[in-house]
């Protein structure tokens, strides 16, 4: 897991709630990323960070934020959950360039949040 | 905009066979590509990428996969499947610019049968 933990592992919640789950890293990672796993659609890029409160979003950010005070957390937050939120959600980090120029992710072991 | 495409969400293959996992991309620059797999209740872990180095890349786990810029193709192989194989297996691929977000494929169940 590279050092990255994230909490809760399981969550239910009632629709209308707010909700944060955190992931924490030990590896001093720039880029960290939250990511939610659906059925059908594979991984999908939430919010991202490139440095301590530099945060942009993704492709499925509506209904979510996020936020980064310190290098080792990253926060996302359901402002007001739904049932459409019920997913498992990913965080990954990332140093910057390995070799060859890609960045490599790791991965958190995910947390399952249903929205009742 | 970036994408993949994974041919077939559930694939088996028996335990000694052949496992082929296929990916086709779509970038309008010069992409990184990866492979990575998912066990059950885990998170992911990279088993390779392609970062234009090389057009074979070999992986962890006794996985490669091959670069094909003309068939826009980047599938995974493994000559002989063992049971540990058998976990979700997605492709991505990111541009090679600023912060390199990653676009994931919906992902292949590799099944392995006894």
């Known amino acids: 897991d590279a050092g990255i933990t994230q909490s809760p592992r399981h969550k239910v919640t009632e629709t209308g709630t707010p909700v944060t789950l955190r992931c924490h890293q030990t590896e001093n990672h720039r880029y960290m990323y939250w990511y939610r796993q659906d059925p059908g659609h594979g991984l999908r890029l939430i919010h991202y960070?490139?440095?301590?409160?530099?945060?942009d979003k993704g492709e499925v950010s509506d209904g979510y934020s996020v936020s980064r005070s310190k290098t080792e957390d990253f926060l996302l937050t359901l402002e007001s959950a739904t049932s459409s939120q019920t997913s498992v959600y990913f965080c990954?980090?990332?140093?910057?360039?390995?070799?060859?120029?890609?960045?490599?992710?790791?991965f958190g072991p995910g947390t399952r949040l249903t929205v009742t | 905009a970036q994408s993949v495409t994974q041919l077939g969400s559930h694939v088996s293959v028996s335990e000694g066979a052949l496992v082929l996992l296929r990916c086709n991309y779509s970038?309008?620059?010069?992409?990184?590509l990866f492979w990575y797999v998912q066990y059950p209740n885990q998170g992911l872990q990279l088993l390779l990428k392609?970062?234009?180095?090389?057009?074979l890349v070999k992986g962890i786990n006794g996985f490669e996969a091959e670069f094909k810029k003309s068939e826009t193709s980047f599938h995974l192989t493994k000559p002989s499947a063992h049971m540990s194989d058998a976990a979700e297996y997605f492709c991505a691929v990111s541009d090679s610019g600023g912060y390199q977000k990653v676009t994931f494929g919906i992902g292949t169940k590799l099944q392995v049968i006894p």
């Open positions: 970038s309008s620059v010069p992409p990184y």
């Open positions: 392609y970062t234009s180095a090389a057009t």
């Open positions: 960070s490139y440095g301590v409160k530099d945060t």
């Open positions: 990954a980090a990332a140093t910057g360039p390995s070799s060859g120029g890609a960045f490599e992710q790791y």
